[in-house]
């Protein structure tokens, strides 16, 4: 621990000595980033997940102390950290190692292809440190209110653990279990069982005398979501939805409902439903959607005014008011810590930056309680103070405390040399707005230029560090070509977040005929047509979605785009269309799909290109980059590869990070910065 310690303070050292050079992507990647920031109901105490060069360790703080690690985890094995969950009172802690927290049910990836695979597993620990307790495997850790019991899920079944009885199985369903949350008085587990196609509420009995007894609650056609009970435990509310058909118009259908279940007798009735238009379908945050306030109101998440708002819901009555009105989106929402009013996290008056923000549920004026250049996200309680992931254009993400000014719960070293990126817009070709920022190049001589494509797309890139380590890791690689001499152009295409509804539900994107290739290309455009820029040395890189549109760019337009890093892409968009269209118009879709992918224009591709995947990817199955490099060897492409046995799509090893981005290095090196132009 101690030199784990010593070796991140020396990274710090050198960073902060000098400025970012060539050979910096070993110590920039390896700065500590943290994630999984949680706090206990009943006490200023917190915890979260810090990443040190790929060594993962679980830090505490509380308010007015300094940060301890609990765990001494020394290597780069891969081994996630995830799912913590605290006591009440803060003195005890439950954690999740290995396993892939977007895939839990599924295999266990072992990325450091160790001889004996490693398994998930969940412990419980004290905050004071000491020798964590193995519980077994599992996931999904939330303690009772006692704090003496731990309920958990794995693979469709429901665990209880006390440190007198151990781990007992209580209870298994159909799909797989998720989302549980105990009632007020500890006798109950709300959860929802998911079913791939639909899902149920359900509610488990702990406290019957023999066996758990387990009942659904309302089941329906569509998915049951976002359970929560009632301050007193005796109702539960939960949101059902169905997915709009592909032949809807926007203008059609009420697709989702808000519902409520009187435990005592099963009735059910729905509080509130979305009416058809704007908002008919249902959309919400990444965190948790649905609170039941002590004074009845219900707020939820609702896209009405085409912006993703906060909306008070009186069950009585089944009016809802919008909370947090104004042209931006929230990205998540809880209550405070008295249950009075709404904490989010917004890109209010800054759509390319997130702060915090508080307002009463009875509505009011909102009040911004962070500010700075940074962004802030993420805002957590631990009983009444409040705490965030706080990033800078020089900073990771870091746990901060909520003040007149941020503290930092841990050190937060900054990165010299990285300058704040520029805030960009330009219009495609059919008149699309897009926002990016621009990384210029170190240098005044003409030089090379990149277009950055992010994945999801679900996501937007901000002016600064990511609280994703994905997307942290490529914000230093930006700064890094930028320090080489690249202006890089980090694109937020349509389809991806930040930008209100009509942005990420814009027609004609995907596989319905890759609309957001026009933004990608039109940032080549914009790019070439710099007066600092060689219009012959424009490059691109991406992963995930955006390996898919790299892809797609090289495919049709190696006239503008020489050279290529395409990260784990989708390059075959062809897959099963719904079973309500009929022969013709499925024949049409697929056709489209195909047009729509990067195979589907192969015989125009003329560019370079270095293909980079995990074999163990479970997002982008690893064929996708096989059929893509037998198309280009068949068509003498150049093309070059790297692959990872037994890594995921997020590359969970550091080692393998710094490799890919060395791999990627070199080869825009290569191909773009000294290539020889007429």
């Known amino acids: 621990m101690t030199r784990r310690i010593a070796l991140g303070l020396g990274l710090c050292a050198l960073l902060l000595a000098q ?265 919400g945050t990444r965190a948790r959607n649905l609170f039941w306030a002590k004074d009845g109101t219900i707020v939820f998440p609702w896209e009405r005014s085409g912006w993703l708002h906060a909306y008070a819901l009186d069950p009585a009555r089944g009016t809802a008011r919008d909370l947090t009105p104004g042209a931006f989106e929230l990205e998540s929402f809880l209550l405070s810590s008295d249950g009075t009013g709404l904490v989010y996290a917004a890109n209010a008056g800054d759509l390319e930056r997130r702060h915090i923000w508080t307002v009463p549920l009875t509505g009011g004026a909102a009040m911004r309680l962070t500010h700075g250049a940074g962004s802030e996200t993420i805002p957590t309680f631990a009983g009444t103070t409040l705490a965030v992931l706080a990033t800078s254009a020089t900073q990771l993400a870091h746990p901060a405390l909520v003040g007149d000014a941020l503290a930092p719960l841990h050190d937060a070293p900054s990165v010299a040399g990285f300058a704040a990126p520029e805030t960009v817009t330009f219009a495609a070709e059919d008149g699309v707005l897009v926002h990016a920022q621009l990384f210029r190049a170190h240098g005044a001589d003409k030089h090379p230029a990149l277009v950055y494509v992010h994945g999801g797309p679900r996501r937007q890139m901000l002016p600064g560090f990511n609280t994703s380590y994905y997307y942290s890791n490529a914000y230093i690689l930006n700064q890094h070509f930028a320090a080489e001499g690249y202006d890089v152009l980090s694109i937020n295409y349509r389809s991806g977040t930040g930008y209100g509804h009509d942005f990420r539900e814009a027609p004609g994107q995907a ?138 799509h997020d590359f969970f090893r550091y080692a393998d990070w710094l490799a890919s981005y060395r791999a990627t290095d070199d080869f825009l090196d290569r191909t773009l910065m000294h290539k020889v132009t007429r």
């Open 19 to 283: 400025p970012a050079m060539a050979d910096d992507l070993a110590a920039t990647l390896a700065l500590p980033i943290s994630s999984g920031l949680v706090g206990a109901a009943d006490t200023p105490r917190f915890a979260w997940v810090e990443n040190a060069g790929g060594v993962r360790n679980i830090w505490v703080a509380a308010r007015g102390g300094p940060a301890r690690a609990i765990t001494a985890f020394t290597e780069d094995d891969g081994q996630q950290l995830s799912d913590l969950a605290l006591t009440r009172d803060g003195t005890r802690l439950a954690f999740v190692r290995g396993g892939d927290p977007e895939f839990p049910d599924g295999s266990i990836p072992n990325t450091a292809a160790s001889a004996t695979p490693p398994k998930q597993q969940l412990f419980v620990t004290t905050t004071t440190g000491g020798a964590a307790e193995r519980v077994g495997e599992g996931h999904a850790p939330v303690f009772a209110p006692d704090g003496e019991r731990l309920a958990y899920t794995r693979k469709g079944e429901i665990w209880l653990w006390s440190r007198a009885t151990g781990g007992q199985r209580i209870a298994t369903v159909a799909g797989d279990a998720s989302r549980l949350e105990w009632s007020p008085d500890g006798r109950e587990l709300l959860f929802v069982d998911e079913r791939g196609d639909h899902s149920f509420i359900a509610l488990l009995d702990v406290a019957a005398r023999g066996e758990a007894r387990l009942r659904y609650l309302d089941p329906g056609l569509g998915f049951a979501v976002e359970p929560c009970f009632a301050p007193d435990g005796k109702s539960i509310a939960y949101i059902r939805f169905v997915d709009p058909p592909a032949t809807a118009t926007s203008d059609a259908g009420r697709y989702w409902s808000i519902r409520s279940v009187e435990l005592a007798t099963g009735a059910a009735r729905t509080l509130w439903a979305a009416p058809a238009g704007a908002g008919g379908a249902y959309a």
């Open 511 to 648: 596989r319905g005929g890759a609309s957001e290739y026009r933004d990608v290309l039109a940032a080549g455009k914009w790019l070439a047509a710099r007066a600092d820029v060689d219009p012959a040395r424009i490059g691109i890189w991406g992963g995930s979605w955006g390996g898919y549109l790299t892809a797609l760019a090289l495919a049709r337009n190696s006239d503008l785009f020489a050279a290529g890093v395409d990260f784990h892409g989708v390059h075959a968009m062809v897959r099963p269309v719904e079973k309500t269209l009929s022969p013709d118009a499925e024949a049409a879709a697929h056709q489209l799909q195909w047009q729509s992918s990067p195979l589907g224009a192969i015989a125009t591709w003329r560019s370079p290109v270095l293909l980079i995947h995990g074999d163990d990817d479970k997002s982008v199955d690893f064929y996708q980059s096989l059929l893509l490099a037998r198309e280009l060897t068949a068509r003498q492409v150049p093309f070059e590869q790297l692959v990872f046995p037994d890594e995921r």
